[in-house]
Nanobody
Framework: QVQLVESGGGLVQAGGSLRLSCAIS????????VAWFRQAPGKEREFVAVIRRTSHTYYADSVKGRFTISRGNVKNTVYLQMGTLKPEDTAVYYCTVGRPILSAIRDPNIYYYWGQGTQVTVSS
């Protein structure tokens, strides 16, 4: 059973930065692509970023240039570095793993396992 635990969320002012972490256990990290999604109240879960097994990365247009997804030096950890945060980035952020084909990387139904989420709140 694969388990994912997110951390690093919190309250930050607009323009600030946060780094989220996703610790993955129960599987070899290289078996999966790792993605971040987010869900704001009353909205659907939306794709944020993914790092594939090839290490290629892809981002939602809304975060491109502000967020960076990366694998950490600590084994089986993935980070989401978030900069120039905006109030509209406020959401619960989830990490997940899967083996999506490129055309499906933004579809949450493709992914297998999910963490419990971490709240990010950006004040204006």
């Amino acid at each position: 059973q694969v388990q994912l635990v997110e951390s690093g969320g919190g309250l930050v002012q607009a323009g600030g930065s946060l780094r989220l972490s996703c610790a993955i256990s129960g599987s070899t990290f290289s078996d999966y692509a790792v993605a971040w999604f987010r869900q704001a109240p009353g909205k659907e879960r939306e794709f944020v970023a993914v790092i594939r097994r090839t290490s290629h990365t892809y981002y939602a247009d809304s975060v491109k240039g502000r967020f960076t997804i990366s694998r950490g030096n600590v084994k089986n950890t993935v980070y989401l570095q978030m900069g120039t945060l905006k109030p509209e980035d406020t959401a619960v952020y989830y990490c997940t793993v899967g083996r999506p084909i490129l055309s499906a990387i933004r579809d949450p139904n493709i992914y297998y396992y999910w963490g419990q989420g971490t709240q990010v709140t950006v004040s204006s």
